[in-house]
């Protein structure tokens, strides 16, 4: 019966529509990113908080910063350990992680995470 | 009042405990890889042969429901998409009716006021079923991200789309919102009304506990107890590839929990109402034009039947026929 | 017939709240004034059905052959087989809910099991059980249900208690209807034997005789000659229609309704005036006198084997085509079914109105053309002399019967013609009407006196929407194309609204219709004064 082909039809666009990310893989094995850190930062040994934590929570901290930067006029931040340092994304952060290129857009263009800091903030001319 | 939902909220949490049991003694690779492949692979097979299986069984009659003019005489106007003649009527009925879910657009409430009774229209349901299913779909494509590399436009596009209001930070995804709010309407509807409750059972709620979990793990994940996303789709990605792997740690049980879920649903989706999904494309009320005394529709089982012939009735009458005048073939 | 309740007791006792117990438990279906009156074993014997002998759906133990579970078993299987429908219907459903208010033997009963979602269930459970694999191995947990004996004097309560509407279907997001799960349930209570007789007896005489109640053809000639006669007391013209005439343009077939009883006859009345006013070149068959065709409430064998008649007689009589009267599960035969079961029709000539030279391509397969399309057709091109002044009295609102509306969509032509033929036409509110339109209650079979009850419930969503049209703007008369709903209408309407009358439409149009030659008329085609004032004057 002529439904059966298009029922047919139908299976396969269904099976080729949902195998999307095997296929558009093609089996090859991609590595995960591994942020590059200048030689400032590796020097620091340490961001403001564990490198753990870091990894999950920076978002946090820069959008605390933001609020208490700009809403409180307050630029102190101070951590876990009672370490104290200024809330600025610009001197800061930038400070150490100065390569954005190698550094913050690897996992973020990774995991597909579009951040607005740079909507407002400009990034300093790339020194390594 | 019908609680036989408490079971299907047992049953979710039971297989929640499990899996996150699971990871934390160690078995990532079972819920991380194993079952996540098994539960693709179920999908696939069950539901490729469940629609096999409906192929299979022929449509021996045209038995549109119509729902609007016919097309007859030239002056009068036909509703050529909720009566269809055409095939290109049926697919604009069948895309209206799949995408837009245009006969729960006509949803009404009868009740009875004094001496009259009334048929509301209502839309609560149709909102709730939008607001879910594209809810749902939006999640499903957003999650493509975890799933290729580098990660195609549309992808990101929609993600930008999906989280324009930027709220907090990470940014506040309306699609998970309004998955978990629609889920929980759709169930709140099945446990508060009395009649919608009285014809549900476990495996309507069970579905919905399923989602609604899976909707929550995946928002604690992402605005609570962070995971890290890019030892995610490490893991993720290795499923995708075909070179799997479970990344040494930032991936917390809970992610496993969110993953197990998501392997039940995909597995239960061939056995169960959620096949809907594939069996509104082939609801022989709605998938065919209404152009019977057009143009003839096959069966192709039509039995040979015995039928009273004509000559049989006239042995049976031809006297009496005979007497009233009425013509015989037989004298 | 029992005691039945005074109307606002009946209306008063309607409650939609579900009960404590699951449906899954309830037990006992079989209640009085819902279950119709068994099928005689005579009347199956001639359909080839089993024949269980004498007993009662209100006996304890029913009379099941040893092995009636493999029976349901295989044929359930046969029908998954044969009908993607049924497949689609028994695993699609979500329940949802959207159904479960929209049928009328619900809103009227208040039991449960006639939310649509739970007559299907009462199949699916069984569906699931045996033909699933979450069935095989959850059982209950996955909706399933064992068969017993208990379920099949379920089916038999509720598979009757449907009037296969297709109302439900309108509303539903996968478009499931119940008609044909109802249908299915049916179909496989007759492997068993189990059926009404109100179904088989007509289903058998019609197989016999050529028409459900069994008129043969000499009274068949009969009674149109009575009616003859009266038209020509009230017209003073003398009708003479053909009957088995071979060589006519066309072959006018109509319910038996129609020529048994009151209303139906003033209707038929209607098409013999319209069809002398026209000159029409049609004949009636007595061997194929019957427009419905009760095969489509037992099986799709029984419905072919009735069906078969129309083209045989078509054929056999050399017609052009086919023109069909004023009848509801007629038309979806005839649209739905004719062609596929028994054509094709390639005897035939597409169908052309010798009066207005309109092909009606739309039927130009199936050669079949509604009465109300041909009339539309006429007064469109002017070809009626009408005096839509003679129904004066008449406040006529229009009930759209299920099957023509759902299983076709014949909305306007209908209308048109009562617009042109009356000039006081009222519609009933926007949900009740057209694809929403509610049944009469006594559709598929269940237009018998023992479940008056049912059919009074069932009926109380159309009754109700009279009503209000009634209240609001006098209506008096409610007009309808369908047989079954003529039946079905004059009881209904004397309980729930007393003042409303019943009418196909052609007794409308013939009462406007100024035929040639016709003396001043004085009454209407019931004998009754064109004037509603003396109407008054007599009764008082």
Redesign the interface.
């Known amino acids: 019966m002529k439904d059966k082909g298009k029922i047919i039809v139908g299976l396969v666009i269904f099976v080729a529509v949902f195998t999307f990310p095997f296929w558009y893989n093609h089996g090859a094995a991609t590595q995960a990113p591994e942020p590059e850190l200048t030689e400032k930062a590796k020097k620091a040994d340490k961001c403001v908080e564990e490198t753990a934590y870091m990894r999950k929570e920076h978002m946090q901290i820069l959008d605390e910063w933001r609020d208490t930067v700009v809403r409180d006029g307050k630029r102190l931040y101070v951590n876990a350990s009672g370490k104290e340092y200024m809330a600025s994304l610009s001197n800061t952060c930038i400070d150490c992680h100065s390569n954005k290129e190698k550094f913050c857009d690897k996992c973020h263009d990774y995991a597909s995470v579009d951040p607005y800091c740079w909507d407002c903030h400009t990034y300093p001319e790339e020194k390594e | 009042m ?1 609680v036989s939902y408490l079971y299907s909220l047992l049953a979710v949490i039971v297989l929640g405990l499990i899996a996150y049991a699971g990871a934390v003694v160690g078995l990532e690779a079972l819920f991380g890889i194993v079952i996540p492949y098994l539960a693709v692979l179920v999908f696939f097979v069950g539901f490729v042969n ?1 629609v096999l ?21 030239d ?5 050529p998409i ?2 269809p003649t055409t095939t290109v009527g049926v697919i604009i009925r069948m895309l209206l ?1 799949i995408l837009l ?1 245009r ?2 657009f ?5 009740e ?1 006021k004094g ?5 509301k ?1 209502v839309l609560w ?1 149709w909102l709730f ?1 939008i607001m879910f299913h594209y809810s749902f779909f939006v999640v499903v494509i957003r999650h493509l991200r975890f799933f290729v590399e580098p990660v195609p436009f549309f992808i990101s596009a929609l993600e930008t789309v999906d989280g324009m209001l930027q709220i907090g930070l990470p940014g506040l995804f309306i699609s998970g919102a309004t998955l978990l709010g629609g889920a929980t309407l759709l169930l709140l509807r099945r446990i508060l ?12 709620y069970f579905p919905l506990f399923l989602i609604i979990g899976i909707a929550l793990t995946g928002i604690l994940m992402r605005y609570f107890i962070k995971v890290d996303v890019v030892k995610v789709k490490e893991l993720t990605m290795g499923l995708a590839s075909f070179h799997p792997g479970i990344p040494e740690d930032g991936v917390s049980a809970l992610f496993y929990v969110h993953l197990f879920f998501v392997s039940l649903l995909v597995a239960y989706i061939p ?3 959620l ?2 999904m594939g ?2 494309f ?5 998938n065919l034009a ?1 152009n ?8 192709p ?3 040979k ?6 000559e049989e ?2 042995e ?2 031809r006297e ?2 005979k ?5 015989v073939e037989k004298e | 017939m029992e005691e039945l309740p005074k109307p606002d007791e009946m ?1 008063e006792s ?1 409650d ?3 009960p404590e117990e ?2 899954e438990k309830i037990e006992s279906p079989i209640k009085r004034g819902r279950y119709a009156y068994p099928a005689k074993d005579k009347n199956l014997a001639i359909m ?1 059905f089993p024949t269980p002998g004498e007993w009662s759906p209100a006996d304890e133990e029913w009379p099941l052959p040893d092995n009636w579970q493999q029976i349901i078993h295989e044929g359930f299987k046969e029908r ?10 028994m ?8 159904c ?3 049928c009328h033997y619900f ?1 009227g009963t208040g039991d ?1 099991k006639n ?1 649509p ?2 007559r299907a ?1 009462l199949l699916r459970s069984i569906y699931r059980n045996d033909f ?3 069935g095989k191995i959850l059982g209950k ?3 399933g249900r064992k068969l017993t004996k208990e379920v099949i004097k379920e089916w038999f309560a509720y598979f009757y208690q449907c009037s296969e509407c ?1 109302r439900c ?9 119940t008609a ?1 799960v109802t249908m299915m349930g049916r179909e496989l209570l007759n492997l068993l034997g189990l059926n009404i007789n109100w179904i088989m007896e007509p289903v058998a005489n019609c ?4 028409n459900h109640l069994g008129i ?3 009274a068949f ?2 009674m149109v000659e009575f009616f003859c006669d009266d038209i020509e007391e009230i017209t003073g013209l003398k009708l003479n229609p053909s ?4 060589g006519a343009e066309i072959l006018f077939i109509t319910p038996s309704g129609d020529y048994f009883a009151d209303p139906g006859t003033y209707t038929f009345m209607g098409y013999l005036m319209l069809f002398e006013a026209l000159g029409l070149d049609y004949t009636l068959s ?2 194929a006198s019957e427009g419905g065709n009760f095969g489509l409430f037992t099986s ?2 029984a419905m ?2 009735l069906n ?2 129309m083209y ?2 078509a054929k ?1 009589l050399g017609v052009k085509w086919i023109l069909g009267g004023e009848c509801g599960h007629m038309w979806r035969v ?4 004719m ?3 028994n ?2 029709a390639d005897f035939l000539e597409v169908p052309k109105s010798p009066i207005t030279g ?1 092909v ?7 050669k ?1 053309v509604h009465i109300t ?1 041909f009339t ?2 006429l007064i ?1 091109h002017n070809k009626l002399k009408l005096d839509p002044s003679r129904n004066d009295k008449f406040k006529v609102t229009y009930h759209d019967s299920c099957n023509p ?9 209908p209308r ?1 013609v009562i617009k042109n033929v009356c000039n006081y036409f009222y519609e009933m ?1 926007e ?2 009407i ?3 339109t509610f049944c009469c209650g006594s559709g598929s079979g269940l237009n018998t006196e023992e479940v008056m009850d049912l059919r009074l419930r069932g009926g ?2 159309r009754a ?2 009279v ?2 049209v009634h209240d609001k703007y006098g209506v008096n008369m409610l007009a309808c194309i369908c047989a079954i709903d003529r039946a079905a209408f004059p009881p209904l309407m004397e309980y729930w609204v007393p003042e409303v009358g019943t009418t196909g439409i052609h007794e409308l149009v013939a009462n406007a219709l100024i035929m040639d030659g016709e003396k001043e008329r004085t009454t209407d085609l019931r004998f009754e004064s064109l004037k509603e004032e003396e109407d008054e004057a007599d009764e008082g």
């Open positions: 019908n469940k299986d409906w192929a299979k069984a022929p449509v021996p009659f045209r038995i549109t429901t119509t729902c609007g003019q016919q097309k007859t005489l002056w009068i106007k036909p509703s909720d009566n009716e879910f006969s729960l006509r949803n009404t409430r009868v009875f001496e009259k009774i009334s048929y229209w349901l079923a009304l009395p009649k919608i409750n009285y014809i549900s059972r476990a495996a309507d056995f169960s109402k096949m809907h069996g509104i082939l609801s022989p009320t709605r209404n019977n005394r057009m143009k003839r529709h096959i069966n089982w039509n039995p039947v015995k039928i009273h012939t004509y009735y006239e049976d009458f009496k026929m007497e009233a005048d009425i013509p | 209306y309607i939609h709240t579900p699951e449906w080839e998954l087989e044969k009908y993607r429908s049924l497949k689609i219907f695993d699609t459903c979500v329940r949802c809910g959207a479960a208010d929209k809103i449960p939310m979602v739970v269930e699933t694999t979450a947990i996955a909706g297709r279907s309108v509303f539903c997001p996968y478009g499931i209807d044909e197989f016999r005789t050529g043969q053809p000499h000639k009969e009957f088995n005439r071979k007595t061997y799709s064998d072919k084997k078969s008649k045989a007689e056999r005839i649209n739905q079914y062609d596929t079961m054509g094709p309109t009606f391509d739309n039927a130009k397969s199936t079949m399309e539309a057709d469109r509306a759902r299983a076709m969509g014949l909305l306007e032509e048109y509110p949900n009740t057209r694809e929403k109380l969503p109700n929407a009503k209000h």
